[in-house]
């Protein structure tokens, strides 16, 4: 089992930079890979990056390649996505999840947070 909570969301300026934070509770969280998705309204839920359990691979979404950047600290039961140039069309809640990246690269997750409210700006 595996809780996840999120924070870091707000408003940012297009160009600017917020970087988010997943906390996990859980014995078994380094056996997960980890990812983050989002949801803008009126649209379905989509994948924006993974990582992998031992942290050797990523994977992010063509729209975000090169701008976002997901990471872990499994001592500290972490996860992070560093977002960098956001552009408005980013605005969404961003969700944290667990689970198997081949999985969540569908769009499927074991776990899910609450989700993190995104805003950037023009």
């Known amino acids: 089992q595996v809780q996840l909570v999120e924070s870091g969301g707000g408003l940012v300026q297009a160009g600017g930079s917020l970087r988010l934070s997943c906390a996990a509770s859980?014995?078994?969280?380094?056996?997960?890979?980890m990812g983050w998705f989002r949801q803008a309204p009126g649209k379905e839920r989509e994948f924006v990056a993974a990582?992998?359990?031992?942290?050797?691979?990523?994977y992010y979404a063509d729209s975000v390649k090169g701008r976002f950047t997901i990471s872990r600290d499994n001592a500290k039961k972490m996860v992070y996505l560093q977002t960098n140039s956001p552009k408005p069309e980013d605005t969404a809640v961003y969700y944290c999840?667990?689970?198997?990246?081949?999985?969540?690269?569908?769009?499927?997750?074991?776990?899910w947070g609450q989700g993190t409210q995104v805003t950037v700006s023009s």
């Open positions: 990582i992998w359990w031992i942290a050797d691979n990523t």
């Open positions: 999840a667990a689970g198997k990246i081949a999985d969540m690269r569908r769009g499927v997750a074991g776990y």
């Open positions: 859980g014995r078994t969280f380094s056996s997960f890979d």
